[in-house]
């Protein structure tokens, strides 16, 4: 691996898409999970199925506390946004019997809904544990219940998913496929910035870096070489296109 996470074995020309959280900046107030699961039609699923291990959040926060569980005053908590980590040597992608999940030119681990079948061996063999499972029909029941008022709020640009089908986060790719239809009809490249992920553009604390980690004057390329930059179970080898700046704590 490099030092922006990549498999130097399998390069990717013109974009490379990967993304930076800053943990020191990260509150935990949640508004990224909020953003994502209403970009990209994510259903509300309750409680009762979170309590029976069938979550539909692309997109969680861990959190991790420090200190002496005897002394309350020494605790701290410290949290981390996880999602999709994009990996070059994807885990998932090789246990596919029907190739719903591969990658794209650009390195995003894409998600072919309509070949998905449901075995659910890219959830198992998934490290960070990311990938959502549809086990009912949340969306679509008939021509008549399309018509019912919330469907009205559905994002037209992201596909609903059926029953029987996996997904995850996709680093917004219909935001990227917008910009760069906007860039090629303007006869010129994508700016660094000009695109972002709906997790970034609803964080308040600015945490979330989003880019081309091909371009090395890019924030996300500068952020993912940073001494404070890290990566989830990065000795695995899945090489994951997601750094993390470690937190830093004062006594100060």
């Known amino acids: 691996m ?3 996470g990549a498999n130097p074995t399998y390069p990717y020309p013109g974009y490379k898409w990967g993304m930076s959280i800053d943990l020191s900046s990260c509150t935990g107030c949640g508004s990224c999970v909020i953003a994502c699961q209403v970009e990209n039609n994510i259903p509300v699923v309750g409680r009762d199925e ?3 291990g069938r979550e539909m959040h692309w997109l969680r926060i861990d959190r991790y506390y420090i200190g002496e569980p005897d002394q309350p005053e020494t605790l701290q908590v410290a949290h981390q946004p996880m999602l999709c980590q994009q990996c070059d040597n ?3 992608e090789t246990v596919c019997p029907v190739l719903a999940t591969v990658h794209s030119s650009e390195g995003i681990n894409d998600m072919v809904y309509n070949r ?3 075995t659910r061996y ?3 063999n998934c490290p960070y544990k990311v990938r959502r499972f549809n086990w009912m029909q949340h969306w679509y ?3 008549e219940g399309s018509k019912a008022p919330r469907y009205l709020g559905l994002n037209p640009e992201v596909a609903v998913r059926g029953r029987g089908v996996m997904e995850k986060c996709n680093f917004c790719s219909h935001r990227i496929a917008e910009a760069k239809i906007a860039a090629k009809n303007e006869g010129r490249v994508l700016k660094d910035g000009e695109v972002k992920t709906a997790c970034q553009q609803s964080c308040a604390a600015d945490a979330i870096s989003f880019g081309n980690t091909n ?3 890019s924030e996300v390329a500068k952020l993912s070489s940073s001494p404070r930059s890290f990566r989830v179970l990065e000795y695995l080898n899945v090489g994951p296109q997601v750094a ?3 937190r830093v704590r004062s006594s100060i």
């Open 50 to 52: 979170v309590r029976v």
């Open 244 to 246: 993390y700046l470690t």
């Open 141 to 143: 029941n008939g021509a």
């Open 2 to 4: 490099n030092a922006t």
């Open 116 to 118: 998905c079948v449901g």
């Open 90 to 92: 994807a885990p998932c």
């Open 215 to 217: 371009d090395k004057d």
């Open 122 to 124: 890219c959830s198992n």
